[in-house]
């Protein structure tokens, strides 16, 4: 729903910012699906950018006018579930979550941009070891087609969705339930409780388990194997591999992945259509004009 709501104070250590860019995405619709429980009259919108307005007491580092790009985790909670955040005109968030980025940056894209961040450390955790993505989402794509010349790749699916399109990047691609071999590291993409609790049964022995920074809760069945394994969550901030990872995407991949509007009020109509709802201020829709 979209209602009045008053400019935001400003915290001790936080900051007042312009919304340029906010989106409805992964971490918002884990809300929406009752996945994660949050306050009443929360406002939306954990990814997104601002341009700072008024720092407050002990952000003297940041400046009135520049654009930070806001991730979601924060030393006290995360933003859109513990915190208001971006789908709204203003914005006041903590210092830590914000991450400079340069006006060259600024693109309807950059929420997209730094959910897609995370790559940058699966890349280390991946690299030469055999792995598994398990999802046939967008998220699954753009993953794999990050990732499959860096280690040996295969991606599962739950439902078929873009089975084709990721099969055409040269990647083996099944049915999670075709599963029949175990894994080094295995990459949970979608947001199915069904996946995680089948995943442990295919990782192998000291594996690692990687739940992506846009799951802010994951549950697990464990059975005591194997005995030994990790469980990361890759860290969101580098921007500019999000925007590598997002280039050459094909348009039809697109346009049924996302939205971009420029109305909160399209909001609401539009997360019942499209996994990611991207809103950009119209004051900044006319000056890229």
Known sequence: MLKEIPVPPIPKDWVLGKVLYAMFGPIDRSIMLGLHPIEPNRVAGS??????????VEASDVKPGEVYAVV???????????????????????????????????NPELPL???????????????????LIVGCGFSG??????????????????????YDDIASLGVEVMMLDNVSSKYDVIVVEPLSIYSTLQ???????????????TQPKVLLSYSGFPRIF???RPQLGNIAVGKR????????????????????????????????????AEKETKKQK
């Open 141 to 162: 794509y753009v993953t794999a087609r990050y990732l499959k010349d860096k280690c040996e790749v295969t991606v599962a699916c739950i439902e078929r969705a873009l």
């Open 230 to 232: 990790h469980i990361l």
């Open 199 to 213: 995943v442990l049964k295919i990782l192998n022995e000291y594996g690692t388990l990687v739940f992506p920074p």
């Open 47 to 56: 990814l997104g950018a601002i341009r700072i307005i008024e720092p407050g």
């Open 245 to 280: 990872a997002l280039e050459g995407i094909p348009d039809k991949l697109r346009k049924n992945a996302y939205a971009i509007l420029k109305h909160l009020d399209e909001v609401p109509v539009l997360v019942r259509y499209y996994g990611r709802v991207v809103y950009v």
């Open 113 to 131: 941009w730094v959910e897609f961040s995370f790559l940058d450390d699966l890349t280390q955790i991946v690299e030469g070891k055999r792995t």
């Open 72 to 106: 979601p985790y924060c030393r006290g909670g995360i933003v859109g579930i513990d915190y208001d955040g971006l789908l709204a005109d203003y914005a006041a968030l903590p210092r830590e979550c914000l991450v400079k980025v340069g006006r060259n940056d600024l």
